[in-house]
T-cell receptor, first 117, second 111 residues
Framework: GAGVSQSPSNKVTEKGKDVELRCDPISGHTALYWYRQSLGQGLEFLIYFQGNSAPDKSGLPSDRFSAERTGGSVSTLTIQRTQQEDSAVYLC???????????????FGAGSRLTVL | GDSVTQMEGPVTLSEEAFLTINCTYTATGYPSLFWYVQYPGEGLQLLLKATKADDKGSNKGFEATYRKETTSFHLEKGSVQVSDSAVYFCALRNSNYQLIWGAGTKLIIKP
């Protein structure tokens, strides 16, 4: 698609429920990132996918968080047993990798705002 | 490890004032440097970038020069407008393709 698409744009859930957030990156972008942005805060790296390589999961805050990327395209971030501190905007970004002027420039989606009651 | 430090906000200026938002970095090798902007209610978007020392990135009247000797990439604009009000993020990409982000600086421009 023309841009990075994320869904849902807003999600309100009860503490303890599981949520899934979806990211559809730009076609042809091999790199995909998930970030978390809490109110008034900077970007917190969660996970990075690049092609068929093993993902960099070093930013996932706990084992309640997981992500997968099927077929090198769409990615799903899953948060199990949500807690109130999980409330944030979850941002997905994709990019080309390698040489060229457009490589490594991230295109962000509009984000999924998660509120855990 | 690699890091990016940018000035804390909020930065409040009057319209037509000169803007500087400082950004310094720590990284091995030769990282690429970026400024991203997040306008109210919108997603992050690239503002400008520089990939090697002494490069100057520019866009929408904003400029930043990659200074390896001072490990800096300060964002400047000669005359800000109310529409420039946003949060600005400095970032680097290191040789491992990791992106390291600053904490963001909120800019408020008053008419």
């Amino acid at each position: 698609g023309a841009g990075v698409s994320q869904s849902p744009s807003n999600k309100v859930t009860e503490k303890g429920k599981d949520v899934e957030l979806r990211c559809d990156p730009i076609s042809g972008h091999t790199a995909l990132y998930w970030y978390r942005q809490s109110l008034g805060q900077g970007l917190e790296f969660l996970i990075y996918f690049q092609g068929n390589s093993a993902p960099d999961k070093s930013g996932l805050p706990s084992d309640r968080f997981s992500a997968e990327r099927t077929g090198g395209s769409v990615s799903t971030l899953t948060i199990q047993r949500t807690q109130q501190e999980d409330s944030a905007v979850y941002l997905c970004a994709s990019s080309l990798v390698g040489g060229g002027s457009g490589a490594n420039v991230l295109t962000f989606g509009a984000g999924s705002r998660l509120t855990v009651l | 490890g690699d890091s990016v430090t940018q000035m804390e906000g909020p930065v409040t200026l009057s319209e037509e004032a000169f803007l500087t938002i400082n950004c310094t970095y720590t990284a091995t090798g030769y990282p690429s440097l970026f400024w991203y902007v997040q306008y109210p209610g919108e997603g992050l978007q690239l503002l400008l970038k520089a990939t090697k020392a002494d490069d100057k990135g520019s866009n929408k009247g904003f400029e930043a020069t990659y200074r390896k000797e001072t490990t800096s990439f300060h964002l400047e604009k000669g005359s800000v407008q109310v529409s420039d009000s946003a949060v600005y993020f400095c970032a680097l990409r290191n040789s491992n393709y990791q992106l390291i982000w600053g904490a963001g600086t909120k800019l408020i421009i008053k008419p």
